[in-house]
């Protein structure tokens, strides 16, 4: 930790600042197996994002690999051919919208995370006796971020569910009956094409892992969360965030709705296949489609409840000093302002006293110590959240009712 070692102030200033850039570069997107290897590979620089060269590479080793076999092989668009690669929406869904968010998901969560960390090393939230553990916390962090052990489980994770996956589309009484660019049939036996053993061994795989990688460090992300909440913090009951000062934790909760919203868009796929091959309604699927929505807002806001109990305190805390000071100045008030022998003159006093104006300030501290919020995260926020992710599934209404129809709706709507 960096200590300041004079007290001439623009020497403080300076200290303070480089420790600040410090905690700023933190990313939570970087590290790990893969993050080593494109440094090594020079595909990516350090402290850089290329996003747009990560994204071409990702869609040049799926997707357009895909689309070449699936050629090679008569399977692009054949009308022999049950479920083509160009009238598959699962992998046009999987490569080039779910993995270019995932890619890009770094320029969004590493920020609002790093500004999470930031504010509770400087802030003051947390004492000075107690910067030793929370740089700990920081530290554990950091280091599970960068885990190659994590990086090997995933890999084997993801190519153990596609390969349970295989073929991985329709109900198994059906899919010796008809072809698809995945797999070829005669009617008795089934024979994966090049186009499919590539998508079970590189691309499903490939896609998986940028997922999962995600969804690790958004469970090291909470883990962080347990271990700053079992620091005693200083809240300040008067803050006017109505949360002693913990609201920017919402920022943090709330970045990962990026990664939450790609597994949406990939459901969402899921969902559209079902719709479109097998039949369902989207009346049959709205249980899949809240339930997900639900259970990720559950998933970014319930780790906010491990600082309720620190905040109720706070505020009970708060109330009771506030009170017993609220006492005090009113006693005080009333005997200065309110008593029977007073002098008439000592009304001109009241136009210019401090006391009246002390009084209004402490009224108005003690409504924010009574308002204060048992949860840093607001209502309206939650919503929000809820919004987004079901952003992903509104196009499926277009698959039931044609674009025309919900246009004219809308048209006589606004007529």
């Given at each position: 930790?960096?200590?300041?070692?004079?007290?001439?102030?623009?020497?403080?200033?300076?200290?303070?600042?480089?420790?600040?850039?410090?905690?700023?570069?933190?990313?939570?997107?970087?590290?790990?197996?893969?993050?080593?290897?494109?440094?090594?590979?020079?595909?990516?620089?350090?402290?850089?994002?290329?996003?747009?060269?990560?994204?071409?590479?990702?869609?040049?080793?799926?997707?357009?690999?895909?689309?070449?076999?699936?050629?090679?092989?008569?399977?692009?668009?054949?009308?022999?051919?049950?479920?083509?690669?160009?009238?598959?929406?699962?992998?046009?869904?999987?490569?080039?919208?779910?993995?270019?968010?995932?890619?890009?998901?770094?320029?969004?969560?590493?920020?609002?995370?790093?500004?999470?960390?930031?504010?509770?090393?400087?802030?003051?939230?947390?004492?000075?006796?107690?910067?030793?553990?929370?740089?700990?916390?920081?530290?554990?962090?950091?280091?599970?971020?960068?885990?190659?052990?994590?990086?090997?489980?995933?890999?084997?994770?993801?190519?153990?569910?596609?390969?349970?996956?295989?073929?991985?589309?329709?109900?198994?009484?059906?899919?010796?009956?008809?072809?698809?660019?995945?797999?070829?049939?005669?009617?008795?036996?089934?024979?994966?094409?090049?186009?499919?053993?590539?998508?079970?061994?590189?691309?499903?795989?490939?896609?998986?892992?940028?997922?999962?990688?995600?969804?690790?460090?958004?469970?090291?992300w909470i883990g962080f969360l347990y271990?700053?909440?079992?620091?005693?913090?200083?809240?300040l009951p008067t803050h006017g965030d109505?949360?002693?000062?913990?609201?920017?934790?919402?920022?943090?909760?709330?970045?990962?709705?990026?990664?939450?919203?790609?597994?949406?868009?990939?459901?969402?796929?899921?969902?559209?296949?079902?719709?479109?091959?097998?039949?369902?309604?989207?009346?049959?699927?709205?249980?899949?489609i809240y339930g997900f929505v639900a259970?990720?807002?559950?998933?970014?806001?319930?780790?906010?409840?491990?600082?309720?109990?620190?905040?109720?305190?706070?505020?009970?805390?708060?109330?009771?000093?506030?009170?017993?000071?609220?006492?005090?100045?009113?006693?005080?008030?009333?005997?200065?302002?309110?008593?029977?022998?007073?002098?008439?003159?000592?009304?001109?006093?009241?136009?210019?006293?401090?006391?009246?104006?002390?009084?209004?300030?402490?009224?108005?501290?003690?409504?924010?110590?009574?308002?204060?919020?048992?949860?840093?995260?607001?209502?309206?926020?939650?919503?929000?959240?809820?919004?987004?992710?079901?952003?992903?599934?509104?196009?499926?209404?277009?698959?039931?009712?044609?674009?025309?129809?919900?246009?004219?709706?809308?048209?006589?709507?606004?007529?």
């Amino acid at each position: 930790m960096c200590q300041t070692v004079s007290r001439h102030p623009l020497i403080t200033i300076d200290i303070a600042m480089s420790n600040t850039t410090a905690v700023q570069s933190f990313k939570l997107s970087t590290g790990g197996l893969f993050y080593t290897l494109l440094l090594k590979a020079r595909i990516i620089e350090e402290d850089k994002y290329h996003a747009r060269r990560l994204i071409l590479l990702f869609i040049g080793i799926t997707w357009l690999i895909l689309l070449i076999l699936s050629a090679i092989e008569g399977g692009l668009y054949e009308a022999g051919v049950g479920i083509s690669f160009l009238t598959d929406i699962n992998p046009h869904v999987r490569y080039l919208i779910v993995a270019p968010i995932l890619l890009m998901a770094g320029q969004i969560i590493d920020p609002l995370v790093a500004g999470v960390i930031q504010h509770l090393k400087t802030s003051g939230l947390i004492p000075n006796n107690n910067h030793a553990e929370y740089s700990t916390a920081v530290d554990n962090l950091a280091r599970r971020r960068d885990s190659t052990g994590a990086d090997i489980v995933i890999i084997i994770f993801a190519l153990g569910v596609s390969w349970l996956a295989l073929p991985g589309y329709g109900e198994t009484t059906e899919l010796g009956k008809v072809s698809t660019w995945l797999w070829t049939t005669d009617g008795k036996s089934l024979s994966v094409t090049p186009a499919g053993w590539w998508y079970i061994l590189v691309a499903a795989p490939l896609s998986q892992v940028l997922l999962y990688r995600w969804f690790w460090r958004f469970l090291i992300w909470i883990g962080f969360l347990y271990r700053v909440s079992q620091i005693r913090l200083a809240l300040l009951p008067t803050h006017g965030d109505l949360t002693g000062g913990l609201s920017i934790l919402a920022n943090g909760q709330f970045a990962f709705v990026v990664v939450f919203f790609a597994f949406g868009a990939l459901l969402s796929s899921g969902v559209a296949h079902e719709m479109l091959v097998d039949g369902s309604t989207l009346k049959e699927m709205q249980p899949v489609i809240y339930g997900f929505v639900a259970i990720s807002v559950v998933a970014m806001v319930a780790p906010l409840l491990l600082f309720t109990q620190d905040l109720v305190n706070a505020k009970r805390h708060g109330r009771r000093e506030y009170g017993a000071l609220g006492y005090r100045l009113s006693n005080a008030f009333d005997k200065k302002w309110n008593q029977e022998e007073a002098p008439m003159e000592q009304g001109k006093e009241i136009l210019t006293a401090v006391d009246p104006s002390a009084l209004a300030d402490y009224n108005a501290i003690y409504e924010t110590v009574s308002g204060m919020h048992a949860f840093p995260m607001k209502i309206r926020t939650i919503a929000l959240l809820a919004v987004i992710l079901y952003v992903p599934f509104a196009p499926l209404i277009l698959i039931e009712i044609p674009f025309e129809e919900v246009l004219s709706r809308l048209l006589n709507t606004l007529a």
